[in-house]
């Protein structure tokens, strides 16, 4: 629907004080659409997020001592139940089953000044099976969805949420536009780049994961997702074929799933607020900027374009590390709380065995060894733990080199294949002993009673990184013999680098700084196979990337397992990924097949077939499937899980 307003009641000094801007319109006029959207994600299997309380693989499960450590200390200790889990197990019947509406509103001031506004609401009622959390130590309450501490509790400068809702305006901006200039200021996306899933030049906003990850429609790549922040973006047609744009904006992070919510990335039982909240209260003055220069139509032929980009920024994807818990122990005397661990009791979060300890870190892609030799290297009181035992680093500075093979630290000999990693940390655990040793409830009463927990947690530091980016692009239309696969392929090739980029580090304090190289080669054009049907659209891509997975973690913490290090070269051969998507209208346009495939090339892939049904203007159906597999080593692995069926209902007006 439109709307006009004249302009010809107005005051005379409203008048007078636009002109100065620019030349005044015959209307102010403006337009108002949207949709409200029915969103169902069925699971299609049993299977739960390993990082909630009703996934944990060790649901139900005690844990029986095999260290030699455990047992040179307290003989008879092998083979006796010192820890486990209560069985909280869930299952879920839904990863989304939501209802989301967008209005967009439109508007036209003058000639060369117009805007535009939008505002969503995303409903998501509670059908999640989820743990109660009220007892947690860090004192977090109940299951919320959407809450984020960056802007007083929200995420971003524009939004309100609920534990199952929220409210937020992804768009609040002007338009000016004279001759070559244009310009927009206010809330908004900043979109450079062109390859679907694959970000290379797509560097100026973040990314929000809290509905339904990045697994939505393929086609709509991550216009969902993208976070927006106020700024000012502005370019320049320098001439018929170049164009200069610049843009400035304030710092707005990502956004990951929150702790209990169905997609959570991290292990239930964190406090992940604090560190929120902590990390962006540091750098939430910060603005991030760029340049990019322009070329198109280029050549002889004019089938050229090539673009050059810069972008300064602090980086949107927090950077983790481990930080001093602040809550006291007496079961382990003075200082205790200077170092991260806390006991959850009650057994509702936390890790509560060494096994679950490498489990857990190794679906969270980092190595949990080289976290304990951290915490050793970080934390006094933990340093004068492993002195006490006589530990010292070889060569490479570790304390412990195996999970559950030799050591070069044998305990003054009585240990002669020497202290592996699941001996040290069963010493956390060793009171459980004082339950007998026959069953895990026992265990369990006995660890709650002298430690005042079960599970080990932790306080989590966030932080986010400066970085400077450097890149360019290059396309060029390819013509040939009419309907050939080469006539009109598209073809483009992006690139970036990032000196110095840091990364989590295994959760230690000082982080992993290496020089980051993303590369993508895109093939897309449309090609006819009939006569009765519209063109086939198809779309071809390759992705490296030096140092990071898809994900943007290191690829040196990638690979390990319950009995296994990361480290099996993975951080040497780099990342590389394929897309392989098409799209196929049917005759009279009211049916489209959709198909994409992302393959991640350590062993990981994502196949989404698509139906979109859309009998007029107003209704659409869209449905779709999502099936995902990839082990440890790949940047599916923490969504093995979640394979799903989702369709959404879409009125649109």
């Known amino acids: 629907m439109k709307f006009s307003m004249k302009t010809a009641g107005l005051p005379a000094l409203a008048l007078a004080a636009t002109s100065l801007v620019t030349p005044v319109a015959s209307a102010f006029d403006f337009s108002v659409s949207g949709f409200i959207r029915q969103e169902m994600a069925y699971k299609l299997n049993d299977n739960e997020n390993p990082n909630t309380q009703g996934g944990n693989k060790y649901n139900g ?202 997609y959570n990335l991290i292990q239930s039982g964190f406090n992940m607020n604090q560190g929120y909240e902590a990390g962006f209260d540091k750098v939430d003055d910060q603005i991030n900027a760029g340049v990019r220069v322009q070329g198109q139509n280029l050549g002889e032929d004019g089938n050229w374009g090539v673009q050059f980009f810069a972008v300064t920024r602090h980086n949107p994807d927090p950077i983790f590390s481990l930080e001093a818990g602040g809550v006291p122990n007496p079961a382990f005397g003075p200082g205790f709380e200077t170092q991260p661990f806390i006991y959850e009791p009650g057994g509702k979060a936390g890790t509560a065995s060494p096994d679950e300890w490498f489990y857990n870190s190794g679906i969270a892609g980092v190595d949990g060894l080289d976290v304990v030799n951290g915490l050793i290297d970080d934390y006094a009181w933990i340093k004068g733990f492993a002195d006490s035992l006589g530990l010292v680093a070889d060569a490479n500075g570790e304390y412990l080199t195996s999970i559950n093979g030799g050591g070069h630290n044998t305990l003054g000999g009585a240990i002669p294949d020497g202290i592996n990693g699941i001996a040290f940390l069963e010493l956390f655990w060793g009171n459980g002993l004082a339950g007998g040793g026959s069953t895990t409830e026992d265990a369990i009463a006995a660890l709650d009673a002298i430690n005042g927990g079960t599970g080990l947690s932790g306080i989590m530091r966030v932080s986010y990184a400066s970085e400077n980016i450097f890149g360019f692009g290059v396309n060029h239309i390819f013509y040939a013999d009419e309907d050939s696969f080469l006539d009109q392929l598209v073809v483009r090739f992006e690139t970036s680098y990032t000196p110095n980029k840091k990364f989590t580090n295994n959760l230690r304090r000082q982080y992993i700084e290496e020089d980051e190289l993303l590369a993508s080669l895109v093939l897309e054009k449309y090609q006819r196979f009939s006569n009765t049907f519209p063109a086939t659209f198809l779309i071809v891509e390759y992705m490296y990337r030096k140092e990071s997975d898809l994900l943007g973690r290191h690829l040196s913490g990638l690979g390990g397992s ?48 698509a139906v979109r049904y859309k009998p007029n203007g107003e209704w659409s159906v869209e449905a779709f499937a999502n099936f995902i597999d990839g082990g440890n080593d790949t940047s599916l692995g923490p969504f093995d899980w979640s394979d799903d069926f989702t369709m959404r209902i879409t009125y649109q007006f």
């Open 61 to 262: 499960r005690g844990y029986v001592a095999k260290g030699d450590l455990l047992e040179v200390m307290a003989p008879g200790s092998k083979g006796q139940i010192i820890t486990g889990r209560r069985d909280l197990s869930k299952n879920n019947d839904w990863n989304v089953f939501a209802t989301k509406s967008e209005i967009d509103v439109s508007f036209n001031i003058t000639n060369n000044l117009s805007g535009f506004a939008k505002f969503r609401g995303y409903y998501q009622p509670d059908v999640f099976k989820a743990v109660d959390k009220s007892g947690f130590v860090d004192g977090d309450p109940g299951t919320d969805l959407f809450g984020v501490p960056n802007h007083g509790g929200e995420a971003t400068y524009l939004s309100i949420s609920g534990d199952d809702y929220m409210l937020d305006m992804p768009s609040l901006y002007l338009d000016y536009a004279k001759g070559p200039l244009w310009v927009r200021i206010g809330q908004q996306q900043i979109a450079w780049g062109e390859a679907l899933f694959f970000r290379v030049a797509d560097m100026a906003n973040g990314l929000d994961f809290r509905r339904h990850m990045f697994f939505d429609f393929g086609p709509e790549e991550y216009a969902d997702e993208r976070m927006s922040a106020p700024g000012i973006r502005a370019s320049y047609q320098l001439d018929q074929n170049w164009e200069l744009e610049v843009f400035a904006q304030m710092f707005q992070p990502s956004v990951l799933p929150t702790n209990t919510s169905p």
């Open 562 to 609: 319950t009995f296994k290090r990361p480290g099996g070269g993975e951080q040497d051969r780099g990342w590389h990924g394929l897309v392989l998507a098409f799209q196929q209208p049917f005759p009279g346009l009211k049916w489209r097949l959709d198909g994409s495939i992302l393959y991640d090339m350590e062993g990981g892939f994502m196949i989404q077939p």
